[in-house]
């Protein structure tokens, strides 16, 4: 496939992969996203309120 190449190890496996970003950056940066929501899926959320007071917070202090 142009503008992707495998890296193989001593025993010819796939072990990782270059990809042309000027050519597929944008599929890169979906998958790239899905990757980040994957890791993130068993993390506790904050709820919105909280999360606003405590931008609010940080606002006052600033200024």
């Known amino acids: 496939m ?3 190449q495998f890296v193989t190890d001593e025993k010819g496996r ?3 992969v270059q990809i ?3 050519k597929y950056g944008a599929i890169w940066e979906d998958f790239w996203d899905g990757l980040v929501s994957e890791s993130r899926r068993k993390e506790k959320g904050i ?3 909280e999360c606003r007071r405590n931008q609010l917070k940080r606002r006052r202090r600033r200024g």
């Open 20 to 22: 042309d970003l000027k």
């Open 47 to 49: 709820p919105f309120e």
């Open 2 to 4: 142009n503008g992707i």
């Open 14 to 16: 796939k072990v990782a």
